[in-house]
C-alpha cells in the first residue's frame, strides 16, 4: 500500500469516525429519553429535554476534542468560522419552502384553518432550543463539520460532499441499532431494528435523507460555513412542523394537507433551496475548491508573510546598527 492509498484510507476513517460520534449519541440519547418517559413518568417539554441534552453533550464535546486532539487540526477548520453566514440558511430555504408551500396552498393541497399565534410564539421558542440541541447543532458539527472536512482533505468538494451525503443516509438506521441494544442491554426489551424510525417507509424515508443531505452539503460549499447548515436545518425542522407533521408539538396551527402532497411540498422546495446554494456557490467560487485547502493557503501566506517581515527588519538593523550584526 503507497502513501496516498494510507492517506484516503485514513480521511475515510476519520469520516466514517464523525458518523459513528453521531450515531452512539443518538443511541445514547434514545436510551436516555426511553427511561425519561417510560421508567420515570416524564412527559411533555420535560421528556423531549432529556434526550436533546443527553445528544448535545455527548456529541458535540467528543467531535470538537477528535479534532483538536487526535487530528490535530484547528477546530475552526471544521466550518465554524463566519458565523454570520447563518442567514443565508435561514433566508434560502424559507424563501423556497414559503414559495413551494404557497403553490401547495393555491392547488388545494395544503390548508390552514387557524392560528393560535400565542401557541406558535411557544412552539417557535421551545421547538429551536430542542432542535439545535438534539439535531441541528450536533448532526451539522459532527456531519458537515467533522466527516466533510475529513474527506475535503483528500477529495475535491462535490466529492467529499456526495460522501458526507451518502453516510448522512445511513447514520441514523446506526442510532436506531445504537439505542436498541442499549435498550435490550438495560431494559432487557427494545423495539425492532429499521433502517427508518416510527414505521416510514424505507424507501421515501432514504430518498428524503438524500435530498435534505444534498442541500445540507451544497449549503457547506457554498458557504464555507457549518452555521448556514445549522440555520436551514433548524429552517427545515419548523417549517415541517407547523406545516407537514408536529412531531407531537402543539404549533398552534391547525393544517389540512392533501393525500400524498406533504412529501412533494418537502421534496420540492428542498430541491429549490439546493439550487440555490449551488447557484450561491458558483458565484462565490467555493464548489472548486476545499475550504481546508483555502485554510492551508491561509497558513502559508501568513508565514510568506512574516518571513519577509522577518528579512524587512534584519535589513533595517543592518543599515541604522551595522555593528549589531555578526
Same mark, same amino acid.
Given at each position: 500500500m503507497d502513501q496516498h492509498d494510507r492517506v484516503r484510507r485514513r480521511a475515510f476513517a476519520r469520516a466514517a469516525l464523525g458518523v459513528l460520534v453521531f450515531a452512539v449519541a443518538?443511541?445514547?440519547?434514545?436510551?436516555?429519553?426511553v427511561a425519561g418517559s417510560e421508567h420515570f413518568g416524564l412527559t411533555g417539554i420535560t421528556a423531549k429535554a432529556i434526550p436533546a441534552v443527553t445528544l448535545f453533550m455527548i456529541?458535540?464535546?467528543?467531535?470538537?476534542?477528535?479534532?483538536?486532539k487526535w487530528d490535530r487540526r484547528p477546530v475552526g477548520e471544521m466550518g465554524l468560522r463566519?458565523?454570520?453566514?447563518?442567514?443565508?440558511? *435561514?433566508?434560502? %430555504?424559507? $424563501?423556497?419552502?414559503? &414559495?413551494? !408551500?404557497?403553490?401547495?396552498?393555491?392547488?388545494?393541497?395544503?390548508?390552514?384553518?387557524?392560528?393560535?399565534?400565542?401557541?406558535?410564539?411557544? *412552539?417557535?421558542? %421551545?421547538? $429551536?432550543?430542542?432542535? &439545535?440541541? !438534539?439535531?441541528?447543532?450536533?448532526?451539522?458539527l459532527t456531519l458537515r463539520g467533522y466527516t466533510f472536512s475529513a474527506l475535503a482533505d483528500r477529495w475535491r468538494p462535490r466529492l467529499a460532499g456526495a460522501g458526507t451525503t451518502a453516510l448522512f443516509v445511513i447514520a441514523p438506521s446506526i442510532g436506531i441499532a445504537v439505542g436498541a441494544g442499549l435498550d435490550l442491554l438495560i431494559w432487557g426489551h427494545a423495539e425492532p431494528v429499521t433502517f427508518a424510525p416510527g414505521g416510514q417507509d424505507p424507501a421515501a424515508y432514504a430518498v428524503?435523507?438524500?435530498?435534505?443531505?444534498?442541500?445540507?452539503?451544497?449549503?457547506?460549499?457554498?458557504?464555507?460555513?457549518?452555521?448556514v447548515c445549522v440555520a436551514a436545518h433548524l429552517t427545515f425542522l419548523t417549517v415541517n412542523r407547523i406545516f407537514i407533521a408536529p412531531a407531537?408539538?402543539?404549533?398552534?396551527?391547525?393544517?389540512?394537507l392533501a393525500p400524498g402532497g406533504s412529501e412533494v411540498m418537502v421534496v420540492g422546495y428542498l430541491l429549490g433551496a439546493t439550487v440555490a446554494f449551488a447557484v450561491i456557490g458558483a458565484r462565490s467560487g467555493r464548489g472548486r475548491r476545499t475550504p481546508n485547502r483555502d485554510g492551508n493557503r491561509r497558513r502559508q501566506r501568513t508565514t510568506r508573510g512574516r518571513h519577509r517581515n522577518s528579512i524587512r527588519t534584519m535589513v533595517h538593523r543592518h543599515r541604522t546598527h551595522p555593528h549589531c550584526d555578526p
Open positions: 443518538s443511541g445514547v440519547a434514545h436510551t436516555a429519553g456529541a458535540v464535546p467528543l467531535v470538537l476534542s477528535l479534532r483538536g463566519r458565523p454570520a453566514t447563518a442567514g443565508y440558511g *435561514f433566508i434560502v %430555504v424559507g $424563501t423556497s419552502a414559503g &414559495l413551494v !408551500l404557497g403553490v401547495g396552498a393555491a392547488a388545494g393541497t395544503l390548508r390552514v384553518d387557524s392560528v393560535d399565534r400565542w401557541s406558535l410564539a411557544s *412552539f417557535l421558542l %421551545v421547538n $429551536t432550543v430542542l432542535a &439545535l440541541l !438534539l439535531e441541528a447543532v450536533p448532526e451539522e428524503l435523507l438524500a435530498v435534505f443531505g444534498a442541500m445540507l452539503v451544497t449549503a457547506r460549499i457554498a458557504c464555507g460555513s457549518v452555521w407531537g408539538f402543539d404549533t398552534g396551527v391547525d393544517v389540512h
